[in-house]
């Protein structure tokens, strides 16, 4: 059974750093690409950034490019995203995706002074 688990959200003032983990079991998330997913009050759910299964391949949103990095530990079977330079447009629930079908139950982040 395939379940994701997010932590790592909160509250934070602009210009900090938080550090997002989803926690993966029953697959290996080395062996697909992962995705985190954000949605925010009122808007639709947009691909904040992949991690490709082959090698270390990344892709980012333009919103987020040269701030947040993501990232896979294979042996803790976890992906993390690491968020830095954080701005209030960046608050929203964030989601881990497996196999673009698995979701997990999100985390919030809120970026406010």
């Known amino acids: 059974q395939v379940q994701l688990a997010e932590s790592g959200g909160g509250l934070v003032h602009p210009g900090g750093s938080l550090r997002l983990s989803c926690a993966a079991s029953g697959f290996s998330v080395s062996a697909y690409s992962m995705r985190w997913y954000r949605q925010a009050p009122g808007k639709e759910r947009e691909l904040v950034a992949r991690i490709n299964s082959v090698g270390v391949g990344t892709n980012y949103a333009d919103s987020v490019k040269g701030r947040f990095t993501i990232s896979r530990d294979n042996a803790k079977n976890t992906v993390y995203l690491q968020m830095n330079s954080l701005k209030p447009e960046d608050t929203a629930v964030y989601f881990c995706?497996?196999?673009?079908?698995?979701w997990g139950q999100g985390t919030q982040v809120t970026v406010s002074s």
């Open positions: 995706n497996a196999m673009e079908k698995y």
